[in-house]
């Protein structure tokens, strides 16, 4: 089956980039996916990216997809303390989602 | 337009009990999706029905069923619940032609067992 893995945590400064990491091993999905999750609430859809594209800009968002690699990555530019939540990568696969394992990201002020 | 809502919020409940989640999709959307998020193995996918069919189906027990409605609305159920059923579980609803599209979830229901 699929598997999709991502660092468990990650802390930046205020003001600076982060960038989140996820490694998949189905290379057949068409959309690649970014949730956000804050404590106590549903996943919240970032942006996503189509498989035959190698990057997505979206405001503060980028994504960078690396097929050969399997690697999807999400960039955060201006890191603010309200980014602080759990990220979720995540495939699409026929009628359902395959999640990563998430990646707490943790700003200080 | 409203997003997808979920109910109840929260809910406990104790061994052996059965319970029912409900869900609205977006309006327009057919296809609801259910997962359960546990912190031990994660966003798990549970079903998705699309038109009042069961198209696809995860992992789970015989106990985790559900249903979904002409209108679209879903609920999911749950029979003689066990502690480990203790988790959130989310909906997520899409347009639903082809599978495919992106899908739009609700805030949870967060269910405990004791």
Redesign the interface.
């Given at each position: 089956g699929e598997d999709v893995e991502q660092s468990l945590f990650l802390s930046v400064r205020e003001g600076d980039s982060s960038v989140i990491n996820c490694t998949y091993t189905d290379s057949s999905s068409t959309y690649l996916y970014w949730y956000k999750q804050e404590p106590g609430a549903g996943l919240q859809l970032l942006t996503y990216i189509f498989s035959n594209m190698d990057m997505k800009q979206d405001q503060r968002l980028t994504v960078l997809l690396n097929k050969k690699d399997k690697h999807l990555s999400l960039r955060i530019a201006d890191t603010q303390t309200g980014d602080s939540a759990i990220y979720f990568c995540a495939l699409r696969g026929f009628q359902k989602l395959v999640f990563g394992t998430g990646t707490r990201l943790l700003v200080s002020p | 337009k409203a997003g997808?809502t979920?109910t109840p919020r929260y809910l406990i409940k104790t061994r052996g009990q059965q319970v029912t989640l409900s869900c609205s999709p977006i309006s327009g959307h057919r296809?609801v999706?259910w997962?359960q998020q546990t912190p031990g193995q994660?966003?798990q996918?549970l079903f998705?029905y699309?038109s009042e069919t069961q198209?696809?189906k995860?992992n789970f027990p015989g106990r985790f069923s559900g249903r979904q409605f002409s209108n679209s609305r879903s609920e999911m159920n749950v029979s003689t619940l066990e502690l480990g059923d203790s988790a959130l579980y989310?909906c997520?609803s899409s347009l639903g032609g082809d599978?495919?599209e992106?899908?739009?979830?609700?805030?949870?229901t967060?269910l405990l067992v004791l």
């Open positions: - | 997808v979920q296809s999706s997962y994660g966003l996918f998705e699309f198209r696809n995860g989310l997520a599978g495919k992106t899908q739009y979830f609700g805030p949870g967060r």
